[in-house]
């Protein structure tokens, strides 16, 4: 079965920092395309980041370019999201997503909350 448990998600004032985490199962986690989206209230779901299967290449909304990172450890089937300098703009669910080809698996997401 699946899974995509996202975790580290809260509350953090304007400039503050989270770091969030994707544990993943059921799948050849090592093979798959790995990012980031995020969801505002009212707003369409947007990609945030993205990592390729071996973490050789990444990609970032220009959005967050500069202050988010996205890392994974293959070893661990788990995918980070560093996230500084946040600002309101952020506040958001965000998801973790999997990606091989037709193959697209989506975890329940966490919520993301940046006010003083």
């Known amino acids: 079965q699946v899974q995509l448990v996202e975790s580290g998600g809260g509350l953090v004032q304007p400039g503050g920092s989270l770091r969030l985490s994707c544990a993943a199962s059921?799948?050849?986690?090592?093979?798959?395309?790995m990012s980031w989206y995020r969801q505002a209230p009212g707003k369409e779901r947007e990609l945030v980041a993205t990592i390729t299967s071996a973490g050789g290449t990444t990609n970032y909304a220009d959005s967050v370019k500069g202050r988010f990172t996205i890392s994974r450890d293959n070893a661990k089937n788990t995918v980070y999201l560093q996230m500084n300098s946040l600002k309101s703009e952020d506040t958001a669910v965000y998801y973790c997503?999997?990606?091989?080809?037709?193959?697209?698996?989506w975890g329940k997401g966490t919520l993301v909350t940046v006010s003083s």
């Open positions: 997503n999997a990606n091989y080809g037709a193959r697209n698996y």
């Open positions: 059921g799948f050849t986690f090592s093979s798959y395309f």
